[in-house]
């Protein structure tokens, strides 16, 4: 039987402010835990750069918040440093002094993240029990938490890795897994947060969607060629630009076999596949900006589109930079931190099209009405 919407009185306005309060203090929670994350993901960049990361070969999810203090606990970690291969092979000259340097490094990686956890479940308990958090999110909120549990322990498996013999560095493989993790928790939290202050709906302009949501999935396939290049080292060859080696496509490219190898083990290959996917990011995030040039001034996907041109000419300035320069900790570490930023304007993007005003095909390309 049909009804009528004025059988089902609207809220009453004290409740939607409140509602409203709500959201906001929710998706203020979201957006600092995200950007606590965006300093997660460039520590770890600055950890695997400086070679700290294997400095802490013990896993202490909670008797490892408290660092050493006595001289004899320094030098009991150090001796189980020496023990691996990085410092028979690479740092056989390091002294307690040296190792104290990368450990802390490590340990204050370790410490955000655990900082990261306590961010995150404190406020969730406070708002599921006072009944802040709508009931839509739960399910979400509460596989994201699990997420982040279960990538701490992806982030030991990977660290594992540099303890076998003749490993000086971790498992390429193993650390892209833990930066693929890394993504995909922070995309969760972000959208999320997106989700609670922008109410969306059913998209109206697809073909301008779809290509951000081809932008999005080109970062993030850059980001993970970036991290077969950092887990193979592969920045510290080839350091001229636009030309590798005097040519295009360098020597070597498919010498491995089978052919699959090339593109996770291959330096010649992994290091062109990565400038290859980011100047194809480059090109689509330029594309897609100025179609968002196009919209209305007060359309909220237009600043995020022109952000994302921005942000991805910067990043891929950066990343030449980083190259020439042979990969200085510093730039290497802001390189992966303003690669996130990419990825965060990639998904304001996609989310703020969500809810696109209605088109006739004429402006499916974002010609304003």
Known sequence: MPFDVRDFPAAPPEEKAASRRNRQL???????????????????????????????????????????????????????????PQFTLRNPDMDLAGFRGIFWLEWVHRFWGR????????????FWTTNR???RLR???????????????????MVASGFFADATTVSPYRLVIHLAFALALY?????????????VGVAQSPRLRALAIAVTVLVVCTMLAGGFVAGTRAGLDYNTFPWMDGQWLPAGYARMEPFWRNLTENIA??????????????????????????????HRARLPLRLLGVLAVAQYALGIATL????????????QGMAVLVFTAALASVHALRGMPAMTSAHAWATPP
Do not use: C
């Open 139 to 157: 399910p979400r909120l509460i596989t994201i938490f699990l997420l982040g549990g279960l990538q701490g322990a992806v982030g030991w498996f």
């Open 115 to 126: 900082l990261l956890g306590v961010a995150f479940l404190g406020p969730l308990v406070w």
């Open 26 to 84: 929710v998706a203020t929670w979201l957006f600092s835990v995200s950007a606590m994350l965006v300093v997660m993901i460039a520590l770890g960049g600055a950890t695997r750069l400086s070679g700290s990361g294997l400095s802490i070969m013990e896993w202490a999810p909670l008797s490892g918040i408290i660092p050493p203090w006595s001289d004899a606990e320094w030098q009991r970690l150090f001796a189980l440093y020496k023990t691996i």
């Open 187 to 199: 995309g969760a939290v972000f959208w999320t947060g997106l989700r609670t202050t922008q109410p």
């Open 269 to 298: 290959a992994v290091q062109f596949n990565h400038r290859l996917l980011a100047s194809l990011s480059l090109l689509a995030a330029l594309f897609a900006s100025a179609l968002g040039g196009r919209l209305p001034p007060t």
């Open 133 to 135: 958090i709508e009931h």
């Open 324 to 335: 020439l320069l042979v990969v200085p900790t510093d730039l290497g570490t802001l390189h």
